[in-house]
């Protein structure tokens, strides 16, 4: 490998990169595992000093990447979903229905105890989301209409189901 002369340095170092991609792409994994701070530190010094370039280049990969990063905001949206309605029971806690995902709701049951709403938790970890969860019951949205409608009470309905009476 040439060491003195920068220019053929370069191109042997471009070479090997071409050559040998899996070998390069292992060895920055490598580092970067053991160095973790300072790969850390150094990507946001860089950022800092070149905060133009890296908005352009944000800019352009999302502009690159918009269909991808749509249809992966859907797909975790809806697995985040399906995996919430699964948590709570699979199906409405009024009338049992459970046949379609996007027909069933989250409703806070205490007022003002909400901090964020469900559906918009696309970028918030399963242990901030089931918190939530567990201030919500889960229902269809024919019922939850209903509820909100005044068209039942909740609390009676709920200890009407517990003494097995249907509403």
């Avoid at 990507?43 to 991808?68: G, H, I, S, Y």
Wanted: glycine share 4%; charged share 40%.
């Amino acid at each position: 490998m040439p060491r003195k002369n920068k220019a053929a340095r370069k191109a042997y170092e471009k070479e090997y990169r071409e050559k040998y991609p899996d070998r390069v792409k292992a060895s920055r994994e490598k580092y970067q595992k053991n160095n973790k701070d300072k790969c850390t530190a150094a990507t946001l010094d860089w950022r800092r000093r070149n905060r133009e370039k890296f908005r352009v280049n944000q800019k352009n990969w999302e502009e690159a990447n918009k269909a991808k990063r749509l249809r992966q905001d859907k797909s975790n949206r809806r697995n985040r979903k399906l995996r919430a309605i699964e948590y709570k029971g699979g199906k409405c806690v009024r009338c049992g229905y459970s046949d379609f995902a996007a027909a069933l709701d989250f409703h806070h049951v205490v007022n003002g105890s909400k901090s964020f709403s469900i559906s918009n938790s696309t970028y918030k970890s399963w242990d901030k989301i089931r918190p939530e969860l567990d201030k919500c019951i889960l229902l269809c949205s024919n019922c939850h209409r209903g509820l909100h409608a005044g068209n039942w009470k909740l609390i009676s309905e709920l200890e009407d189901r517990k003494d097995g009476k249907k509403g």
